[in-house]
């Protein structure tokens, strides 16, 4: 495709329910990250994949939070049992290399109420 | 860990003004700084970017300039158009990483027409 694509867009959760947020990088690109991005603030480093390896999970919140890319392309990032606090839009970004001109997906808004 | 500030937090120039955003870092070694657009609803755009054995890097009307020293890099936008109103967030690298970064809280730039 043109570039990263996300879904859903938007996904609303009552609190207690799990989600999954889906991420299609561009294709052939080797690096893909999640950021976590609340309202008003920068964007928060989750974590990173370079094909299907995980190499640093260490900006995931809590073991509520999880992200696989099992064949090295699409990611999921699932969270369970959300919480309030877990509002934020959820960011996908993927490079052909490291992680230098990462590009940037539109983003998965996600409110728990 | 690395810490990022950025100022101003908002900012409204008239069109065709420059406008200037300031970030400062605290880790020594990070070695890439890279500066995203945002506008309502997408994910952030990466502009420009600058490596560490570089002090200024210049793209048509937008560039960005760095001192190692006192640890700050700023983003200069000349002859500003409406279009240019978004918010614009600067980053640096975690150490000597590339993949991990460290985003500033963002200033939303507005061009009065």
């Known amino acids: 495709g043109a570039g990263v694509s996300q879904s859903p867009r938007y996904k609303v959760a009552k609190r207690g329910q799990d989600v999954a947020l889906r991420c299609d990088p561009i294709s052939g690109h080797v690096s893909l990250f999640w950021y976590q991005q609340a309202l008003g603030q920068g964007p928060e480093f989750l974590t990173y994949?370079?094909?299907?390896?995980?190499?640093?999970k260490s900006g995931l919140p809590s073991d509520r939070f999880f992200a696989e890319r099992p064949e090295g392309s699409v990611s999921t990032l699932k969270i369970q049992r959300t919480q309030q606090e877990d509002s934020a839009v959820y960011l996908c970004?993927?490079?052909?290399?490291?992680?230098?001109?990462?590009?940037f997906g539109p983003g998965t808004r996600l409110t728990v109420t | 860990g690395e810490n990022v500030e950025q100022h101003p937090s908002t900012l409204s120039v008239q069109e065709g003004d420059s406008a200037v955003i300031k970030c400062t870092y605290s880790?020594?070694?990070?070695?890439?700084f890279p500066w995203y657009k945002q506008e309502l609803g997408k994910g952030p755009q990466l502009i420009i970017d600058?490596?560490?054995?570089?002090g200024e890097k210049k793209d048509q009307r937008i560039a960005v300039t760095l001192n190692k020293t006192a640890k700050h890099f700023s983003l200069h936008i000349t002859e500003t158009q409406p279009e240019d109103s978004a918010v614009y967030f600067c980053?640096?690298?975690?150490?000597?990483?590339?993949?991990?970064?460290?985003f500033g809280t963002g200033t939303r730039l507005k061009v009065l027409a």
């Open positions: 880790d020594s070694a990070s070695n890439y």
């Open positions: 994949f370079q094909n299907e390896a995980q190499l640093d």
């Open positions: 600058i490596r560490s054995n570089v």
């Open positions: 970004a993927s490079s052909p290399g490291g992680g230098e001109g990462g590009l």
């Open positions: 980053a640096a690298s975690e150490g000597s990483g590339t993949y991990k970064y460290i």
